[in-house]
């Protein structure tokens, strides 16, 4: 490609539109996307340098002079990517390199869980999902009761009215009169850390309540056979009355096979509906992953860029609004965004997704 090609394409990549027309439409897109004011093409472009740069340029020869110098090309005709930023709300930074095997989910802000197959990025309009490889041991993300190892009082029911996900089966537990059970046979280790997590819908969007007794809250979490007294529990808002539940706990030492949720008459017993049954090693419950009769791995993505000329620092901005300045890097090597990333326990689904990324000097 081109030198004025890959100036295209980065102005594509920055204004969020994956194809373009020809050169000045890409570029007045871009102007558009950044807020440029209105005026001629010449006009525009000045003022998108000025700001850019922090300058106050009036020639705009010597305005692309400045720019194509700072960043570290000869001339205007020689520069490829034209500006320092990616925003991964809007689309994959030109040219990056990204793999994953196994097929991941991201959420979006209006609380959907996008499925994504594999290789293709977990980005969505919360920016980009970079997680740490994991696998879904539940064998059923969505049983039935017929396929549940133990439902007592459990039954099949409708769907949410606005499901987070499509197409799953959803599971009503009654604890009216008694203990109300979904279990799932699994093998897990002895005093051992899991996540563990759950779909749940509330009858008015509440919050669900989980809990470690038998006497507060909605239901109980059960791992190895047993619910952990000190387990850390986690809330995702999804769409419509749906919320993720999680909890972070540690196995008994002596684990049996039975494994899911159980809600006790002493409990709160209002008409709940369960799915997207996830339990994983470690404390961190990670995106779903749908599994549909065996347990499902993701693995840890590859994701990485090409450090311009005249650029040793990478800026990188979560959707929680924390940054991590990346320094040392060497232009023209490689910038291992992923790594990176989830090394800060960053990036993560739901909570920190990575939304840009900024070149500096």
């Known amino acids: 490609m081109t030198q004025q090609g890959l100036r295209q ?3 594509r990549n920055l204004s969020g539109f994956a194809t373009g027309t020809n050169y000045n439409e890409d570029f007045l897109r871009l102007f558009d996307a950044q807020g440029v004011a209105a005026g001629t093409f010449n006009e525009r472009q000045l003022r998108w340098i000025n700001a850019r740069m922090g300058a106050s340029f009036t020639n705009l020869d010597e305005a692309m002079q400045a720019y194509a110098t700072g960043q570290g090309v000869y001339n205007w005709s020689s520069l490829g990517a034209l500006e320092d930023t990616a925003n991964f709300t809007r689309v994959m930074p030109y040219g990056a390199t990204y793999t994953r095997t196994g ?6 802000t209006a609380g959907l869980i996008t499925s994504f197959a594999a290789d293709a990025p977990q980005r969505t309009d919360r920016g980009l999902a970079l997680e740490p490889a994991s696998t879904n041991i539940f064998p059923r993300f969505a049983p039935t009761v017929a396929q549940l190892s133990l439902g007592l009082n459990a039954s099949d029911t409708t769907a949410p009215a606005s499901p987070p996900i499509a197409d799953l089966n959803w599971l009503a537990l009654d604890n009216s009169a008694a203990i109300a059970v979904a279990y799932q046979t699994l093998t897990v280790t002895g005093s051992t850390a899991y996540s563990i997590s759950v779909l749940v819908e509330t009858p008015d969007g509440s919050q669900p309540v989980a809990s470690s007794t038998s006497l507060t809250g909605d ?6 056979g047993a619910t952990d007294a000190a387990p850390t529990f986690g809330y995702t808002r999804l769409s419509g009355n749906v919320w993720r539940v999680t909890a972070a706990i540690t196995t ?3 684990p049996t ?5 159980i809600r006790h008459s002493t409990q709160n017993t209002r008409a709940l509906k369960f799915a997207g049954f996830q339990l994983v090693t470690g404390t ?3 995106s779903p992953i749908v599994t549909t009769g065996s347990a499902v791995a993701r693995s840890l993505p590859v994701f ?3 450090v311009p000329a005249g650029r040793t620092k990478a800026l990188l901005t979560y959707a929680d609004a924390t940054t991590t300045l990346v320094s040392s890097l060497t232009p023209g090597g490689t910038f291992d965004v992923a790594t990176t990333v989830i090394g800060a326990s960053k990036g993560r689904f739901a909570s920190s997704e990575l939304v840009s990324r900024v070149w500096q000097a």
Do not use: H, K, W, Y
């Open 219 to 224: 239901f109980n979490f059960v791992c190895g």
């Open 257 to 261: 096979t039975n494994d899911g949720i």
């Open 304 to 306: 990485t860029e090409v």
């Open 9 to 11: 394409a980065s102005a």
């Open 284 to 286: 961190v419950a990670g």
């Open 252 to 254: 008994p030492a002596l």
């Open 103 to 108: 097929a991941a989910t991201g959420l979006t």
